[in-house]
């Protein structure tokens, strides 16, 4: 845990559970309302840069405040619970808590293993959700699902084991 309390990074992220593997990323949308929310696997494309913004650490726990770090419509947002326990990100002035890192090990000076919990303590977990396609115009909705997405809880499902890779510290 050393290694990085008291250090902000960018890192990438990838997140794995007994079933599935795969890059942290977040969904765009056309605004902030509209996307931001954070999957996991294999469909999602390139893990995200994020940047971990450290604000303190206890003898167990290392706190930071996440946000987007790179330059699309997104960069800056900070990263939150909605009411249903799904994480996205959201301005700035949306969100104050913090999220809590509690560091498994590491491996190399860029690579580390770690658990991600919000404020209160429930750790991050991926659940199994499909989206269907359908057209807007007819109401019709077809019955097998285009898209499965891991989206990332507070609430529900399979908690995450995360990897981080550092591409830059600050």
């Known amino acids: 845990m050393e290694e990085i309390a008291g250090k902000s990074f960018i890192a990438t992220l990838m997140g794995g559970h007994e ?4 890059p942290i990323n977040y969904l765009r949308g056309h605004n902030l309302g509209a996307g931001g929310w954070l999957v996991h696997g294999a469909q999602v494309g390139d893990a ?9 650490h206890t003898e167990d726990r290392i706190h930071f405040q996440i946000s987007v770090a790179g330059d699309d419509e997104y960069a800056g947002a900070v990263l939150g619970v909605n009411g249903s326990g799904y994480l996205g990100f959201y301005d700035v002035s949306e969100v104050s808590d913090f999220w809590k890192i509690e560091v498994l ?5 860029n690579d580390f293993f770690f658990m991600l919990r919000d404020h209160r303590g429930h750790r991050v977990s991926a659940t199994q959700e499909s989206l269907q396609r359908g057209s807007f115009w007819t109401g019709s909705t077809l019955k097998t699902p285009v898209t499965t997405f891991g989206y990332l809880s507070v609430e529900t499902g399979t908690p995450l084991t995360l990897r981080a890779t550092v591409s830059e510290w600050r």
């Open 105 to 109: 090990h590491q491996e190399g000076e």
């Open 19 to 22: 079933s599935a593997t795969g």
């Open 48 to 56: 995200a840069p994020l940047m971990f913004h450290y604000l303190e």
